[in-house]
């Protein structure tokens, strides 16, 4: 029998024990502010965190160099999570406070920065899966988790590209989001009309 209070509170507990190496790579990505399909560093420091972490990693697919697969595990259910960490052209900008509207303040001037929180979204997605990969791994059940490295979002680029190679079949799960003062579930189906 499967409590759910308690898988949650073991998903908290283990990201609560485990933030500090992805604040500081969420931090890094915010740096390095990467256009689409220029996002080498920021897809290299994504891929080195999940093989350290016992992932199998295929960079460079569907003819893009930023782009990857990571796997771990194996069977259904197959649950993916899809990572993005591009930025976007003239955003550079300091870091400030969340309860602050900063003024703006380029790291460099005309410099490309995350005006979406794609550095927090890439890094939160692979903790997360990192997070679902551990609490199988406590259960002993069955399952592949996977994550996307979706490059070139903000131009649309990257998902279909992967899509047209086949990489998203087989999934019976996409875990997504995207910074935003609320959350949904757009794919349940409660949701629909």
Known sequence: MVDVRQDKEFVWAWIDNHHEPFYTCADTLWRYA?????????????????????????????????????QWGEGHPVIAFNCEYDSLPGLSQKAGK??????????????????????????GLVMSALAVKTWLEKNTIAGTVKVFGTPAEEICVGKPFMAREGLFEGVD?????HPWPCGCL????????
């Open 34 to 70: 990467e256009l689409g399909c220029e996002e080498f560093l920021s897809s290299k420091l994504l891929i080195r965190m999940l093989e350290e972490n016992g992932f199998d990693v295929r960079a460079g697919v569907a003819l893009m160099p930023t782009a990857f697969v990571a």
């Open 98 to 123: 969340l309860d602050e509207r900063p003024a703006e303040a380029p790291l460099i001037e005309g410099a490309p920065g995350h005006g979406c929180g794609h550095n927090v979204l890439g890094t």
């Open 173 to 177: 799960a996409v875990l997504d989001w």
């Open 186 to 193: 757009l794919g349940h189906p409660a949701l629909r009309p």
